[in-house]
């Protein structure tokens, strides 16, 4: 019974329930997936996906494990009990008491669902940003004392993912959660913090350093202080190594591993594109850190970049693959190899879900809606992605290593609001290009290269921030690295 009234719902054995009719006696929407049988479940805010064989049930941005798969018997779905105590009723604000003797379920009102928290730790140097990413808005207050800065959430309950997580952060040693409070604490004394909340999706961004200045708890960090009469503005241009830390992307026949690369690639990029462009340039990681997919474009977000690149190197099962792409943003791919290569990189961290033309057959909502955010520099980033791809083809051996600029659904580009491109860089399968990839020479002539192609990029939109004289020389066709 719910709010007084009986709803019948289907059952096997009292052990087992028809998801569908529960969901929609509690005023839940339930759209079926007929090719698959996964039904999605919605209240405002709240998304569950359940389907035959689910055993770990994605609820909003997380995953809860029940006792038992689900299972599909003459066309209805049945789940076991654990699901909708743990999972549907906390969603639909109710709390619900199984009676086997009478087959009633008998439910009252529990309140509001509690807010999930998600924490993402990014080091940009010389900060590190604590990320909070919650299901729903809630009011916070903060307190930072010597070793730590904590958290308090009111008026709402908490679900944390964990009660404690140690991190290998060069400021932040730990993040613990208890009751209503987080506490973040530091790997040495006395350092600074500030709070700031954002939103779509909601997050609570928690900024920790050595010596700035902290405002009062809740307001934004401040603006820069504005360039002199006269003087463009400088750029900024967030530069993104991929993977990191357990997730090492690629491997080379030598062993070299792909986040290698692109960190020491992604290192001479940040520090060449100042010499020649009036900007400054930040790393999503400098260090071997995990990050998850959508932390790194939330970064360029919060700084408010001008462009994002990121960087990657290729692998193919073919020895012999070689050369370079570039790509941009679409929610088709342009080709069945450019979406393996899409496929292969959103299995990263922080993709739990499909994208769309992958396995799975259901297209991840939140990745459609990013992606309204970066088709409004389709062009631009299509632009950029071609002379980045003309100035690779030119330090390239005879030429011979270009694979051209496609399109990808490539998570890590979702949600950027500035052009945005991925790079690969060569293939690291390729015994060859893992050894050119290795080399400190090639990798400074790949820098150059990009930065060759930002600066023409910029020369015909904001020429006044291009350094005069300063563009990096372009080596002679087919000459050694």
């Not at 404690?164 to 993040?175: G, N, R, W, Y």
């Not at 990121?310 to 050369?323: E, F, K, Y």
Request: charged content about 20%.
């Amino acid at each position: 019974m719910w709010k007084g009234e009986a709803h019948p719902i289907g059952t096997i054995a009292g052990k087992e329930f028809v998801v569908s009719d529960a969901a929609r006696a509690l005023g839940v929407g339930v759209t079926a997936d007929p090719s698959s049988g996964v039904l999605t479940l919605t209240v405002p805010g709240h998304q569950i996906l359940i389907g035959p064989g689910t055993a770990q049930v994605p609820v909003d941005r997380r995953i809860v494990a029940i006792s038992g798969p689900a299972r599909a018997v003459g066309g209805a779905l049945y789940a076991p009990p654990d699901f909708f105590e743990k999972v549907l009723f906390p969603i639909a604000g109710a709390g619900g008491v199984w009676d086997p003797a009478r087959r009633t379920w008998t439910l009252s009102p529990a309140g509001p669902p509690p807010v999930t928290v998600e924490v993402a730790v990014v080091h940009v140097a010389p900060t590190t940003q604590v990320v909070l990413r919650l299901s729903a808005p809630v009011k916070t207050t903060t307190a930072l004392s010597e070793r730590s800065f904590q958290v308090r959430f009111s008026e709402a309950k908490i679900d944390p993912p964990f009660p404690e997580k140690k991190f290998d952060d060069p400021l932040v040693a730990a993040v613990r959660f208890s009751g209503d409070l987080a506490t973040i604490e530091f790997r040495e004394a006395n350092l600074t913090a500030r709070a700031y909340p954002l939103t779509s999706p909601d997050r609570l961004v928690v900024e920790i350093g050595r010596g700035f200045s902290a405002p009062a708890p809740g307001a934004p960090p401040a603006e820069p202080a504005a360039p002199a009469p006269g003087t463009p503005a400088p750029l900024t241009i967030v530069v993104d190594p991929g993977h990191g830390g357990t997730e090492t992307g690629a491997l080379g026949p030598d062993g070299f591993q792909e986040k290698e690369a692109t960190l020491d690639i992604a290192r001479r990029l940040a520090a060449t594109l100042p010499r020649v462009l009036a900007c400054r340039t930040l790393l999503t990681r400098d260090a071997d850190l995990l990050i998850s997919l959508d932390d790194r474009t939330a970064i360029a977000n919060h700084e408010k970049a001008d462009l994002f690149l990121s960087i990657h190197a290729n692998s193919s099962r073919a020895a012999t693959a070689q050369g370079s792409e570039t790509y941009y943003l679409s929610l088709e791919a342009s080709d069945r190899i450019a979406q393996e290569v899409a496929r292969q990189e959103n299995a990263s961290p922080g993709a739990p879900t499909p994208v769309p033309g992958g396995a799975g057959g259901n297209p991840d909502l939140n990745f459609i809606l990013w992606d309204l955010a970066q088709s409004a520099h389709l062009k631009e980033s299509s632009e950029l992605a071609e002379a980045i791809q003309v100035e690779l083809n030119a330090i390239s051996e005879g030429g011979g290593g270009s694979r051209g600029v496609k399109q990808a659904p490539f998570r890590v580009l979702v949600g950027a609001t500035m052009p945005a491109v991925l790079v690969e860089v060569g293939f690291i399968s390729n015994p060859a290009e893992e050894k050119k990839l290795k080399s400190p020479e090639f990798q400074q002539s790949l820098a150059d290269a990009i930065g060759r192609a930002v600066v023409k990029f910029f020369s015909k939109r904001m020429p006044a921030v291009v350094k005069p004289d300063a563009t990096p020389a372009r080596p002679s066709a087919g000459a050694a690295p």
